[in-house]
């Protein structure tokens, strides 16, 4: 990569840290207490109904490595999907163009959610759960996987949103279930065989279990398969970059 792209790049970062963290009263502290305060709603809530989550004993643990994977993913997704439109005035000057301001949202936002996400966990695990054995492997696995696949879509829709701005509406009334279907409040093993064999090919269930498999030394599932979702998250990915491409001109001009 050229030395003025990557200038470009960063440029946009340190545009975006300061507009969107900078002006705001706590700044970066609301990326941990969000994602926190989410997690906490639902242990308290699932605790008052069961008497235990679906592996080991702490709810918060549980809802965490679900929840925290899936916030990574939409978080990627939702950001680069408007990237065009949010870097709009500076991609009016040639030195600067759509690639620059794609990446530059993806990189910070992945590595805001890295960072996000590592704090919450070693908060949770010291002071309610302190006896987990960690497993690395699946867990940057599941990661990893979950930021190309908010790659591929926010890359995807950055160009039909810039083109139809109706889309934007569209698709969160049909990813709104997401949440549900994407093994957050329950893993795989727990659905009865329709619903295992419909969500199966929802990328995210992949992905929380896999999760899972680094924070539970006693849970091993046969459903996952990164291959299937690496795939996905690929063709996504080259369509989303080959249409940005040929329409962020287009899209710009509107």
């Not at 989410?38 to 008497?51: E, K």
């Not at 709810?59 to 990574?72: D, E, H, W």
């Not at 000057?93 to 960072?115: E, H, K, M, Q, Y």
């Not at 190309?148 to 829709?157: D, P, R, T």
Request: proline share 5%; net charge positive; charged share 10%.
């Amino acid at each position: 990569m050229r030395f003025p792209v990557i200038r470009n790049i960063l440029a946009l970062m340190l545009r975006e840290m300061s507009t969107r963290y900078g002006r705001t009263p706590g700044g970066y502290i609301w990326g941990v207490v969000e994602p926190l305060a989410a997690i906490l709603f639902l242990a308290i809530g699932f605790s008052l109904l069961l008497r235990s989550p679906s592996l080991g004993t702490s709810f918060i643990l549980f809802y965490a490595t679900g929840y925290v994977v899936f916030n990574l993913y939409q978080v990627i997704s939702s950001t680069t999907s408007q990237a065009i439109s949010y870097s709009k005035p500076l991609l009016m000057f040639p030195a600067v163009n759509w690639f620059d301001a794609l990446v530059a949202r993806f990189l910070l936002n992945s590595l805001t959610g890295i960072i996000t996400s590592i704090l919450l966990f070693t908060i949770i695990l010291n002071i309610v759960e302190n006896r987990t054995v960690l497993d690395l492997g699946p867990i940057v696995e599941a990661f990893s996987l979950a930021m190309m696949l908010g790659l591929g879509i926010g890359a995807l829709n950055c160009t039909l949103i810039g083109l139809f701005p109706v889309w934007a509406m569209i698709w969160g009334i049909i990813t709104r279930p997401l949440f549900l279907a994407s093994g957050i409040i329950y893993i795989y093993e727990d659905l009865p065989k329709l619903a295992q064999d419909i969500l199966w090919y929802n990328p995210l269930m992949h992905i929380t279990g896999l999760t899972r498999v680094g924070f539970y030394t006693t849970y091993s599932p046969t459903y996952i398969n990164t291959t299937y979702v690496f795939f996905v998250s690929l063709a996504l990915l080259f369509f989303g970059l080959l249409l940005t491409r040929r329409y962020n001109r287009e899209i710009l001009n509107r």
